[in-house]
T-cell receptor, first 115, second 109 residues
Framework: IAGITQAPTSQILAAGRRMTLRCTQD?????MYWYRQDLGLGLRLIHY???????GKGEVPDGYSVSRANTDDFPLTLASAVPSQTSVYFC??????????????FGPGTRLTVL | GQNIDQPTEMTATEGAIVQINCTYQ??????LFWYQQHAGEAPTFLSY??LDGLEEKGRFSSFLSRSKGYSYLLLKELQMKDSASYLC??????????WGAGTKLIIKP
């Protein structure tokens, strides 16, 4: 593994189903982030984690949850998917643990379609 | 509210120079990033400005004016591979990135 990996690459999901998007980084970065990217809109922050064991809410957290049990993994869960959650989801990481501006590095993304 | 404005789309010719502008209004400012994103791929880091002035990095340069809430990305000697979206993002008072919608740059031969 080099950098950030995400799984699955793409997924079609029935509304109401539960889904977990996986994100793993091997750079030992402290901070990790989940964004969604929709056509015509900028990347929007869903949740973030400044360090293992802590998480915070971003701009659009409703309908999503995260956990950060260790440094490397930061899964994003949709408890009951709705069509408005159709989007491309990017996981990112940065070296610092909050309180500073660090370059964010992105995973390849997960394209999710909720029908 | 917080706002980042960029043109939606620009077209330029191979070998030419193009300037992509970004204006911002944010709660606090802790630096401005430019990222490149090819279609279907992840954003990749291009540049970071926190002080006023021009930062040059090969064919790419980025300029910042904090008093005007303005930045631009300058791409010289355009190549076909530069066809991509260019994203402007500002680090706000909480060190969270606020992203513009991106500028799609089309390069014509």
């Amino acid at each position: 593994i080099a950098g950030i990996t995400q799984a699955p690459t793409s997924q079609i999901l029935a509304a109401g189903r539960r889904m977990t998007l996986r994100c793993t980084q091997d750079m030992r970065h402290n901070a990790m982030y989940w964004y969604r990217q929709d056509l015509g809109l900028g990347l929007r922050l869903i949740h973030y984690s400044n360090t293992a064991g802590t998480t915070g809410k971003g701009e659009v957290p409703d309908g999503y949850s995260v956990s950060r049990a260790n440094t490397d993994d930061f899964p994003l869960t949709l408890a009951s998917a709705v069509p408005s959650q159709t989007s491309v989801y990017f996981c990112a990481s940065s070296e610092g643990s909050g309180g500073s501006t660090d370059t964010q590095y992105f995973g390849p993304g997960t394209r999710l379609t909720v029908l | 509210g917080q706002n980042i404005d960029q043109p939606t789309e620009m077209t330029a010719t191979e070998g030419a120079i193009v300037q992509i502008n970004c204006t911002y209004q944010t709660s606090g400012f802790n630096g401005l990033f430019w990222y490149q994103q090819h279609a279907g791929e992840a954003p990749t880091f291009l540049s970071y400005n926190v002080l006023d002035g021009l930062e040059e990095k090969g064919r790419f340069s980025s300029f910042l004016s904090r008093s005007k809430g303005y930045s631009y990305l300058l791409l010289k000697e355009l190549q076909m591979k530069d066809s991509a979206s260019y994203l402007c993002a500002v680090s706000d008072s909480n060190y969270q990135l606020i992203w513009g919608a991106g500028t799609k740059l089309i390069i014509k031969p």
